[in-house]
């Protein structure tokens, strides 16, 4: 895939088929259970992500992100969640996937549970546009227009998602699990997942 005639397709789906109702989701009810108090419910937000994370690479490097980002937190913020959640995920007892830990982070920095959804969406988003260019599937510029277009979805995914509970965290984009799938037999890897 190259260009942003390929790419932008893709990413509008990923955005509301499987970013959405997955990670952005399980980002809103993180930062939900973070800002009432509870780590409790996140761990279960964190266990049901693991779960729908079908390629091993991408729960892989879920887990890595988000280990990274609950350090970066606990260093930036001081915030007794993000180190009582850090120590979980030490321990085993809780995956730690990189939507969680970034709604717990942004719960620390004070953002309220859409601003966490929306952020989530943003960072994938900015993710896989920046992988293309590294990539070179997609000039710089193109990227920019890329993400600029992709605001609408951003919005929609995040607000189609608000009343939804752990039991909805999913999403369903056959293409993308495929294409994960496949990345795990290539003859090169660029990249983890």
Do not use: N, W
């Not at 969680?100 to 719960?107: C, N, R, S």
């Not at 998602?161 to 056959?174: S, T, V, Y």
């Amino acid at each position: 895939m190259r260009g942003p005639a390929a790419l932008g397709p893709l990413l509008q789906s990923y955005i509301l088929h499987a970013s959405g109702p997955g990670d952005a989701l399980a980002a809103r009810l993180a930062c939900r259970a973070a800002l009432a108090g509870d780590l409790a419910p996140a761990a279960e937000v964190d266990a049901r992500l693991e779960a729908t994370k079908l390629a091993a690479e991408t729960r892989a490097a879920s887990r890595r992100c988000g280990r990274r980002v609950l350090m970066l937190g606990e260093q930036l913020y001081g915030d007794e969640r993000l180190r009582a959640y850090t120590r979980a995920v030490a321990a085993g007892d809780a995956p730690g996937h990189q939507a969680v830990a970034l709604a717990l982070l942004g719960a620390a920095a004070g953002l309220d549970e859409e601003s966490a959804a929306l952020l989530e969406l943003h960072t994938f988003a900015v993710s896989l546009v920046g992988a293309a260019v590294r990539l070179g599937a997609l000039e710089h510029t193109d990227a920019q227009a890329l993400l600029l277009r992709a605001h609408p979805a951003i919005a929609e995914a995040a607000a189609a998602h608000a009343g939804q509970e752990i039991e909805d965290i999913g999403g369903f984009a056959p293409q993308i699990d495929v294409m994960q799938f496949r990345h795990r037999h290539a003859d090169a890897h660029m990249f983890v997942s």
